[in-house]
C-alpha cells in the first residue's frame, strides 16, 4: 500500500492550476511499476518520493524524486515538485525549513514561506533555433517573432505576437506529433510577452510526443523562459501565467545559474494505492 494525493499545482484554487500525484514509497520500486503506476493515475506527470534518510518520515530532509508521464519517465517536472513539497510540508508535517530532492537533474531545494513554495532550479539557457515550415498552421498563429532551444530540456520555445493569440491558438495534434523538427524535443513552448494585466509574459506548452497534448502549467519550461524573458525584459523578478485552460501563475527569480520558481498549491485527495 502507498500514500498517493492529487495536488493541485501553481494555484490556490481547487480544479484549477496542474494537477499531479504524488506517491511516497519506502523503497525503490521497479521503473516498469512506476510507469504503471503513473499510468494508472494518468496525470500529465506522477511524482515519485522516497525519503534517502533513515529517520521518522518528518525528521527526513532529503529525498530520492523521480517523475513519470503516462508513457515515460522525465528528467525535470516543476509542478510535481511543487506538489511534493506540499505534501511533505503540509501532510507529513516537516517543520519550516528546506528539502532537498535528488534527482536526475541534480539536486533540487524547495522552501516554504509562509503559503508560497520555492524551487530551487537549473537555469537552463536557450539557444536560438529554426523551426518547422507551416508551423504557425498547425499551431493557428499567425507568425513566429523567434525560435530558441535548449538541449538539455529538449524544449524548443517559439515566441508569437501577443498574449491574445497565446489563448485562442487551438493546435492540430494529430499534425503536430507527425511534423519533423531540425531538433529533437520532448516539448514545444509558445509565449508572448506580457501587457499592463500584471504578467511580465504568457505562455502554453505542449508534448504530444510524451503523452501530453498540453501540460495546464510547466515548472521546468519556466527554467528557460525566465533566462530568456529576462534579458529581453532587463527585469530580475518576475510574474508570469501559463494560459492553458485550467491556468496557473509562477513568481520567478534569478539566483546566479539558478531560477527559484515560486508557486501555491492545493491537496484535492488523499489516498492509498493498493499494489501487489
Known amino acids: 500500500m502507498l500514500p498517493v494525493y492529487q495536488i493541485d499545482a501553481f494555484t490556490i484554487k481547487p480544479f484549477r492550476g496542474n494537477p499531479a500525484a504524488v506517491c511516497i514509497v519506502e523503497k525503490e520500486l521497479s521503473d516498469e511499476t512506476y510507469q504503471s503506476i503513473a499510468a494508472e493515475m494518468n496525470h500529465s506527470e506522477t511524482a515519485f518520493v522516497r525519503p534517502i534518510e533513515n529517520v521518522p518520515l518528518k525528521n527526513v530532509r532529503e529525498y530520492s524524486l523521480r517523475w513519470f508521464t503516462p508513457v515515460v519517465e522525465v528528467p525535470l517536472c516543476g509542478h510535481a515538485t511543487l506538489a511534493s513539497a506540499k505534501v511533505l510540508f503540509d501532510e507529513i508535517g516537516i517543520t519550516p525549513g528546506e528539502i532537498l530532492f535528488h534527482t536526475k537533474s541534480g539536486i533540487l531545494r524547495a522552501v516554504k514561506e509562509h503559503d508560497t513554495l520555492q524551487l530551487d532550479f537549473p537555469m537552463c539557457k536557450p539557444f536560438a533555433s529554426s523551426y518547422p515550415s507551416g508551423i504557425e498552421t498547425i499551431l493557428g498563429v499567425s507568425r513566429i517573432d523567434d525560435a530558441m532551444f535548449n ?57 504530444p510526443w510524451l503523452g501530453v497534448n498540453e501540460d495546464p502549467v510547466t515548472g521546468s519550461s ?48 488523499r489516498g492509498i494505492l493498493y499494489i501487489s
Open 222 to 269: 519556466h527554467t528557460m523562459l525566465y533566462p530568456y524573458w529576462s534579458k529581453i525584459l532587463h527585469k530580475d523578478i518576475m510574474i508570469a501565467y501559463q494560459a492553458s485552460a485550467r491556468g496557473g501563475e509562477l513568481y520567478l527569480r534569478g539566483i546566479g545559474s539558478r531560477v527559484i520558481i515560486g508557486g501555491k498549491a492545493v491537496i484535492v485527495t
Open 151 to 207: 538541449q538539455h530540456t529538449g524544449y524548443l520555445m517559439l515566441r508569437i505576437p501577443s498574449k491574445e493569440e497565446i489563448f485562442h491558438m487551438m493546435p492540430d495534434f494529430t499534425s503536430l506529433r507527425a511534423t519533423v523538427f531540425p531538433v529533437e524535443i520532448k516539448g514545444l513552448i509558445v509565449t508572448a510577452a506580457g501587457d499592463n494585466g500584471g504578467y511580465d509574459f504568457y505562455s502554453r506548452f505542449f508534448a
